[in-house]
């Protein structure tokens, strides 16, 4: 700890009344890691007490967010105040607890409104497009089209690693020393907890599957406000159906665990209007099928493919369908 530091002189500081040896000595003692939290906690004081003005709330948290996501530019050394005196600036590697202050006094001024954009870095793909993501503590997360991935802005500080999932993605999660959790949470009522292991999951409207890989992962559901827990195993397939149920099946075939990863799809008497809600969710093509029959019919294959227009022709192909183009929607009917 650099010295102490009275509160009333903080408070000066905050409200720019503070002297330049004053300022100088608020700005080492905040620059101490040991004062950060009584730094926080008298903030949040001040904050309450001390209201500078009527903000504007979604101009300041625009900028707020702006800020956060571009960085802090590093600083000069020195700079001068309006007597001309010359004192350093708070020192460039403490902008993080200013950020974490500024994320403070938002959620307390503006209310829960910007909870989520302020405390989770979003990561996010297009129609037709996947990506990898790697995170601080070494897990690797493949995230599938048309998904969201959101992680703590200011990392895994807590006893659990917690991510939020809306999408499909593969995880391949690393181990810390101090055994912490790794938690994926695609809704209140459903969470996938590991440890070490490598899984995938598929969170969309229509449904919600876990696929495990290797190592071993536990799902926390609720259903009917009771809370369950199911056990997997490698090889392992669970999927909540819309009762709020895991159904789980064992010893799949790994091959159709996030086959999206290497741009393959992979069909075991797949139907083709799942094919159809499939193309939608991953490349935003609209396909409706001129006949239910159509719908119930399946296919069994293993496709290379890089777009909605290669897939929509493969089917085609093996089960003697035509295509036709009616404005944004691609409609399969019987030759």
């Not at 954009?117 to 089209?145: H, I, M, W």
């Not at 703590?152 to 939020?164: E, M, Q, Y």
């Not at 259903?223 to 669970?238: F, H, I, R, T, Y």
């Not at 399946?298 to 089960?319: D, P, R, Y």
Request: net charge neutral; charged share 25%.
């Amino acid at each position: 700890m650099k010295g102490t530091l009275s509160k009333l002189t903080l408070f000066e500081y905050l409200s720019g009344r503070a002297n330049p040896l004053e300022r100088q000595r608020v700005e080492d003692w905040i620059g101490s890691e040991a004062n950060s939290e009584l730094f926080y906690q008298w903030l949040l004081e001040y904050e309450s007490q001390y209201p500078q003005f009527s903000p504007d709330e979604d101009a300041a948290a625009t900028a707020l967010l702006n800020r956060i996501n571009t960085g802090f530019q590093e600083s000069p050394a020195r700079h001068e105040d309006e007597q001309g005196f010359q004192y350093p600036n708070a020192p460039v590697q403490w902008s993080r607890y200013w950020l974490m202050a500024a994320s403070i006094a938002v959620v307390f001024g503006f209310g829960w409104i910007f909870r989520e954009p302020v405390f989770y870095k979003t990561y996010q793909t297009g129609y037709g497009q996947t990506t990898e993501v790697y995170l601080e503590d070494g897990s690797r997360v493949c995230l599938n089209a048309n998904s969201k991935l959101k992680v703590p802005r200011l990392g895994f500080a807590a006893d659990v690693r917690n991510v939020i999932l809306e999408g499909e993605a593969e995880f391949a999660v690393s181990h810390t020393i101090d055994h912490k959790r790794f938690v994926v949470k695609t809704s209140e009522q459903f969470q996938v907890e590991v440890l070490g292991t490598t899984f995938s999951v598929f969170a969309r409207p229509r449904g919600t599957r876990v696929a495990l890989k290797s190592g071993s992962v536990r799902l926390d559901y609720s259903q009917n406000n009771k809370k369950s827990k199911v056990l997997m195993e490698p090889g392992d397939l669970a999927s909540l159906d819309r009762s709020g149920a895991v159904q789980l099946m064992k010893k799949q075939d790994f091959r159709t665990f996030a086959p999206w990863t290497e741009q393959r799809y992979v069909f075991n008497g797949t139907p083709v209007q799942e094919i159809a809600a499939m193309i939608e969710e991953n490349f935003g093509q609209k396909v409706a099928l001129a006949d239910p029959v159509i719908g119930r019919r399946t296919i069994t294959g293993n496709f290379k493919t890089k777009s909605a227009q290669e897939l929509l022709k493969t089917v085609s192909e093996v089960l003697d369908l035509h295509i036709q183009q009616q404005g944004d929607t691609t409609l399969l009917t019987n030759n």
